[in-house]
C-alpha cells in the first residue's frame, strides 16, 4: 500500500502548513490538470482558493480550520500568503487565485464537454455572468445557476439546493456564497451531491458579470489587488482587512519564531504497519518545520480518505507544542511509544475489518 500511494504521500513540491491550513504546492497548469482528473475520476471532491482572510477566520474558527485542510487541493490566492511560504522556509509555486482560476477552467469545460453550475452571489450578478460566459464560450454547456436567498449556513434551504444540482448532473459546481459559508457548505454535502468538483469562488461571479474589475496586473504582482478592492468597497472591506492584516501578520510572525529551526519529515520516517495504516516514526524529531506539518496534514488526509490511519510515533514535547499551537492538538493520532502505535494501528484495522463483516451480514 506504501508504495502504491507513495507518489502522492510525497508530491514533487512538499505543502506548507500557514496557521495550521495545508497549502498545495501546485501551479495554475498542474492545478488544470488536477481537476480534470477529479473530472474523470467521477469521485466527488471540493477545492479552496484560501488567501489571509480565510486563514485570518480559520485562526479563530476551528472548524473553518479543519474544512479547508480536508479539502482536496488548497489553493494559494493571495500575494500576502505566497510571501509567507517564502518567510516560512517552503516556498509555493506561485499564486493560484480563483478569479484568474475559473475562466481558465470555463475553457477547458467549453473543450472538454464539462457541464458547470454556478451557484450563489445575487441573482443578477449570477445571470449577467452566465450571459458573459455563454456570450464568450457557445460551446459550454451551462448546466444551471441558483442564487438561494440569503440565510446563515444553519437555516438555509439545502434540500432545495441539492435538488438543483442533482438535476442538472454539472461536472463542476462553482460555489459562491463567501467565506467560510461557501467553504463549510462544500464540506458538508460534496460526499452526498457526487459532483467531481466544487470550488469555492468568492467575488469570481461578480468579476465574470463585469459588476467589478480586477486590479491592474502590477497591483496583483505586487501584492496590491487588496488595496485596488478596498477602493472599490471601503465600508464593507475597511474594517475586515484591518482586522486580517494584524492577524495575519502577527501570527505568521510568530510561526516563523516557533517553526524556523524545525526539520523537515522524509521518507525514513513513515513505516507501513497493519494492512496500509501508516506510523510517523518521531523519535529522532527533536522539533518540525512547516513543511513537516504541512506533509503530516496532507498524508492524514489522503490516508483517511482511503479507509486508513495515521499514528504519530514518540513526538517529542517541541513538536507537540508546535501542533498545539497550529490548532492541530486534536487533529492526530499520538503514541507515546512504539509499541502503542502498532497497537493502534491493529486495533484500527480491526474495527474496519467488523464493520465491513456487519455491512455484509446486513
Sequence with gaps: MFEKMS????????????????????TTSETLAAVEQMVESKCPHYIVTANMDFLAQARRDNDLRRTLAGASLVLCDGTPVLWASRLLGNPLAERVAGSDLVPLLLHVAAEKGYRVFFLGASQESAEMAVSQVRRALPSLTVA??????????????HEEILRRIR?????IVF???GCPKAEKWMAMHY????????????GTIDFLAGRFNRAPAWMQRSGLEWLYRLCQEPRRLWH???SDFWVFATKILAQWARLRAGIPIVRENLLECAEGNLIVDLTDVKTINSAGIGLLLLWRKRLSAVGRQLILACPSDSVR???VWMGLGEDFVIANDFDSAVRIADSQTATIKESFVRSEAV
Design 321 to 323: 507544542r508546535c501542533l
Design 175 to 177: 460555489v459562491a456564497f
Design 144 to 157: 444551471g445557476q441558483y442564487s438561494p436567498p440569503y440565510a446563515p449556513l444553519e437555516k438555509m434551504d
Design 167 to 171: 438535476e442538472a448532473n454539472p461536472h
Design 240 to 242: 475586515r482587512y484591518a
Design 191 to 202: 460526499m452526498e451531491l457526487g459532483v467531481p468538483v466544487m470550488m469555492g469562488v468568492g
Design 7 to 26: 507518489a502522492t504521500l510525497f508530491p514533487e513540491r512538499s505543502p506548507v502548513a500557514i496557521l495550521g491550513v495545508p497549502f498545495d504546492n501546485v
